[in-house]
């Protein structure tokens, strides 16, 4: 574990001494607690057999148009439906998000299937390997957009062409990503890290006919440790590397969490930390949970030079997480009497 953490730490120093700027594609701050978003490797990847997660994030409030995206996933083992599908897991994700006058829209619908494998023979080490598959669809809406050849010098002429000949102000594209992820379990907590590349044939994006408009590929990794210090408190550190093309986001920080109660069918706690997006945001943020349920609840504290149009206000994210279990069949170790 200790030659892991040395790994990490050197990644963090490598990637920190590189320019940081605002990565392109879809995020999220909560990222720990999105995991299918991190790659498909991730569907099924946890105690439980069921996972379902909701996110909603609202950014810059303070401009006229605010961006908002939202994510919605499944996930889980499909041991549950098929003994024949033992250490196989899939998961189904949407996500959307809606930015700036134009009501320009990214919807994506993406499925994902892995195979965890056992790499030690004391079964604290595992790898998934895992593929999301999938549609994804972009529009815009030219009647909300204003154009300067609409105006005559004087006033603005809604009625008048704008001059601009979109071949489309909407399409569809398939989209297809790769990703491994790697699960350590050890006394104290468990280890996670994972890599993806989403994107991978670069789908055209453009809306002209005669431009092509290539999606470039995002590579992300990602790494969090639970290493729990007593049986009420755990400490979740994490951090997520990205970059699309000359995009680069670097995301980390950590969170202490207090277990109230923690039975099988009880579970009551609570967590709070600050997270740090380099160059752009800091980022606090709080969880509650509460039986199978986790709500969670982090503000982007904006900071670059954009924080002169934004004051600062990056904006709100809001996550829910419920996690189900199986109820395991109890073996019947009652002996009958024989009858004489």
């Known amino acids: 574990m200790k030659l892991l953490l040395k790994y990490l730490v050197a990644f963090l120093l490598m990637v920190s001494s590189s320019k940081m700027v605002v990565c392109q594609d879809l995020h999220y701050s909560q990222f720990v ?31 006229p148009v605010p961006y908002s995206s939202f994510s919605f996933s499944i996930d889980g083992k499909l041991v549950n439906w098929s003994e024949k599908l033992k250490n196989w897991n899939a998961g189904l994700f949407v996500n959307q998000d809606n930015a700036g006058d134009g009501d320009f829209k990214t919807l994506q619908l993406l499925v994902a299937l892995n195979r965890c494998f056992q ?125 699309q093309k000359e995009f680069k986001e670097l995301l ?42 986790r709500f969670g609840f982090s503000y982007d504290i904006n900071y670059s030079k954009l924080s002169e149009a934004s004051n600062f206000r990056g904006g709100p994210e809001f996550s829910l997480t419920y996690l189900a279990s199986k109820v395991k069949a109890y073996p019947n170790k009652k002996k009958l009497c024989p009858i004489y």
């Open 33 to 63: 607690y999105n995991p299918i978003f991190l790659g498909g490797a991730n569907a099924g990847n946890m105690n439980n057999d069921l996972r379902i997660n909701a996110f909603y994030r609202k950014q810059w409030s303070s401009i």
């Open 119 to 243: 790499i030690s023979a004391d079964s604290a080490n595992f790898i998934y390997v895992g593929t999301s598959v999938g549609l994804g669809q972009k529009s815009i809406n030219t009647n909300k957009l204003t154009f300067d050849n609409q105006f005559n010098g004087d006033v603005f002429v809604p009625a008048a062409p704008s001059g601009e000949n979109l071949s489309t102000t909407s399409f569809t594209y398939p989209d297809i990503g790769l990703s491994l992820a790697y699960k350590r379990l050890y006394a104290k907590g468990i280890f996670n890290f994972g890599i993806q590349c989403t994107h991978l044939n670069t789908p055209d994006q453009s809306f002209f006919s005669d431009v092509a408009v290539p999606l470039p590929q995002l590579f992300q990794a990602t790494t969090n440790l639970e290493h729990s210090i007593n049986e009420s408190i755990t400490i979740i550190p994490a951090f997520s590397w990205l970059q």
């Open 252 to 293: 980390f920080g950590a969170e202490m969490k207090y277990n109230f109660q923690n039975d099988f069918n009880k579970k009551s706690a609570i967590a709070a930390g600050v997270y740090l997006r380099l160059d752009d945001a800091i980022i606090p943020m709080i969880s509650i949970y509460r039986n199978k349920f």
